[in-house]
């Protein structure tokens, strides 16, 4: 059914990323570190109980504060039972970092989507750090690793854009004698650098030819923080689209994180046309932010650059959603790495969108979607439904294209959704009431 007008305010939750992070450093400081608004979805739930495992304590106060007693870096305890990461690649990645620089082994096992998602890409330069990895020859889960204690200090390039990898060899450097250093030849998130530079740690970035050399100093103390986590943009962005798309919509999101390496959906859409105005611009938690007033507007399709890639590479579902309602032609191409998220999103987002009256073609890098020009979507027919394939961006997003859909849009699960944005489907429905 097609939808009415988004307005008013919202609030989304905290940054899944950050709050990952948060929990990790805080598990790795003696003391107290204190977060508010950190997302409770069950990606940071996995994080925060696999934390616990490994001997911090970690609760959540009346009022929604977490409070985080670490056990200081070096202070891993071996954990008595495999750590289920459920969904989350990066609560595995990240953890595996961890882990190959203490003297403990664990196992890590995940649901069915985890369970596909390629390891190979830690396991290879935590394997030259020295820690042990006992894993099938695809390198996925479930697997046990045996860290190293001392570990190797070592300088890697990063063979693939992945915040995850650089953000487990740094997290593997801190408890490691010496400086481990990660050349990232393309930007990606930075919060890892961020953060471990506010808990104290000796971390440089430097550029040098377009390359961003990161180097962390090993036997770290971290001083426990206070930390306010942001909105997350990644959340922001399916409702940045739906007030885009629909038609009268005028609606602020409050407290979006505007990192430049995650603002690429909103450069991407004000060059399709969008109107999305930064409010209040200032810096919560060492990270920049704004309130975003989101306009309905047309939008026109484009090419759109593969270098913008890895600042917006969860939004690009929704892209496609708000490609799909343009005028004229969008193509994407570079994104080798959506096929090897929670599912395949080029092939899941291709079929989708097909199913609910899209015109889309599939390449290999990429998706060419012809847009409508603002008139709406059919929608699922009867008996149709989108697979998720246990992927919550592909629910989301194509409960952004119900709503510009004439018969709505129907999913075999909303279930994922939980993983990073439990209250999204009330959310929206407020917000479009
Ligand atoms: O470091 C992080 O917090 C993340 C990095 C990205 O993954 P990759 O590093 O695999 O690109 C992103 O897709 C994921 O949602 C979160
Ligand atoms: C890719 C994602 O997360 P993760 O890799 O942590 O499962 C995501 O949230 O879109």
Redesign the pocket.
Known sequence: MPSGPLRGRIRVPGD?SISHRSLMLGALAVGETRVSGLLEGE?VLATAEAMRQMGATITREAGGTWSIHGVGVGGLLQPAAPLDMG????STRLLMGLIASHGISATFTGDASLSKRPMGRVIEPLSLMGAGFDASDGGTLPLTMHGALPAVPMTYRLPVASA?VKSAILLAGLNTPGVTTVIEPVPTRDHSERMLRGFGAELTVDEVDGERIIKVRGDAELRPQTIEVPGDP?SAAFFIVAATLVEGSDLVIENVGLNPTRAGLIEVLRLMGASIEELDAREVGGEPVADLRVRHAPLSGIDVDPAVAPSMI?EFPVLFVAAALAKGTTRTSGLEELRV??SDRISAMAEALALAGARVEETEDGLTIHGTGGELLRGTQDGHEVLTHLDH?IAMSMAIAGLVSRDGVAVDSTAPIAT?FPDFLSLLHGASA
């Open positions: 899944k990606d969904n989350s690649g990066t995850q990644s969860d998220k929670e961006r990073s």
